[in-house]
């Protein structure tokens, strides 16, 4: 591995034993085993490779989650939605979770504007993939109008689980429960014969 992989598998280890806070570009460069003058010349401050960091955390993290192919039911299915659901739910508790670091960043993003401003641009991305996901098929193209209905949908919907588990997990909706709050909306909102 090169300095700008060394960069990044540290600052991911920093992150997760630090948060975006508390972490430092001395602890990134002791973690990675460079130097500081690699930060900048890699990804031009801290905050950036702090950013980039934490994208490859949750690309890693719902690559575990299957690939929609993978996923049981059909596309666009209550049964697929309640799949990429239960995914996201059981990786809130586990050790070693990234999801806390979304909330870091909801409180504190104003003090970081440099990864704010890269991960906003990444939560278009992350709204893409939670189509293809769901809906199956291929990601639609950025400037599809469903990145900015279903895609900023199910972004608010992981962001706010991602909150309400942070908050109290025992309160937190489990994927089953996600999954029949959303087919009795459905349900409600189907015409009356």
Known sequence: MGHREDLLEGAKRCLLEKGFV??????????SGTNLASIGYHYGSKDTLLAQAYVALAENAAEEWGEPQELPGADGSLERFGAVMAGITDSLGKPGSIWHLSIELVTMGDKLPAVREHLAAAQREAGRGFIGMIMGGAEPPADD??????????????LGLIAQHTF???????????TEGLRRLLAAAQPSP
């Open 22 to 31: 508390r972490t430092t570009a001395r602890d990134i460069v002791r973690e």
């Open 145 to 158: 109008p469903s990145v900015d209905t279903l895609g900023k949908f199910f972004s608010v919907l992981v």
């Open 168 to 178: 109290d997990a025992e309160f937190s909706p489990s994927a089953e429960e996600l």
